[in-house]
Structures are given as C-alpha cells and as structure tokens.
C-alpha cells in the first residue's frame, strides 16, 4: 500500500485546513488509518487513529479534528478548524492491516505497517 498525504500548507490561527491521504495498492477500507504529526524539534506524536469500530483522539485536538474515510476513493480525510501555532507539524498518515482497539496500541506508530512522505502546516499566529 502506498499512501501519500497532501493539503498542507500556511494558515493563520483559528483558520481550518483539510488534509487528504490517498492510498493505491490495495483497497483499504477495512484498514486502521491514523495520523501523526512531528513538530520541529520534537518527536513523532499521535493525531487520531480510526480502526474498524474504534476512533480514538489525541487530548490535544480533540474537539477541533474530525477523521473521516471515502472508501469509494480509497482516501482519508483529516479536517482540522480551529488551528493553533502549537499544531504547527509535518502530518503524516499511516495505514495497517491489523484491527486495533486500545488506546495503547492505536497510538503506537509501529502498529501501522504503512505511512506517508508527510505534509507540512504552518500556523502562524
């Protein structure tokens, strides 16, 4: 599966911005996708992961980032409003095969087979 992200880009604070992932290779619609994003300076952080039943929010976006799928277009969505600078990242989707249903294990970037080059957002404030 190769996924590539893309819909980064400068906003200022409090705008919105709609990140795409789309995947080629295999369909995945029964695939977990998530989304991490690395800060300057920083380690990887978890975003969001969605798994077959299971959507899962990191405390820091939650509220203000929705996950959504198009499985017709093999493409996953993360919408964010209400930018912060703090948000200010390279987002990178991932994808795996296996269902996953803790917290534990959804947040683990190595539960995720498979990831994207990663977009860059800047917020500035």
């Known amino acids: 599966v190769q996924l590539q992200a893309f819909g980064g880009g400068l906003v200022q604070a409090r705008d919105s911005l709609r990140l795409s992932c789309a995947a080629a290779?295999?369909?995945?619609?029964?695939?977990?996708v998530g989304w991490f994003r690395q800060a300057p300076g920083k380690e990887r952080e978890f975003v969001v992961s969605?798994?077959?039943?299971?959507?899962y929010y990191a405390d820091s976006v939650k509220g203000r980032f929705i996950i959504s799928r198009d499985n017709t277009k093999n493409t996953v969505f993360l919408q964010m409003k209400s930018l912060k600078p703090e948000d200010t990242a390279v987002y990178y989707c991932?994808?795996?095969?296996?269902?996953?249903?803790?917290?534990?294990?959804?947040?683990?970037?190595?539960?995720?087979?498979?990831w994207g080059q990663g977009t860059l957002v800047t917020v500035s404030s």
């Open positions: 290779g295999r369909t995945f619609s029964s695939y977990t």
């Open positions: 969605s798994s077959v039943g299971s959507v």
């Open positions: 991932a994808a795996g095969s296996r269902r996953l249903s803790t917290i534990t294990t959804m947040t683990a970037p190595l539960s995720y087979d498979y």
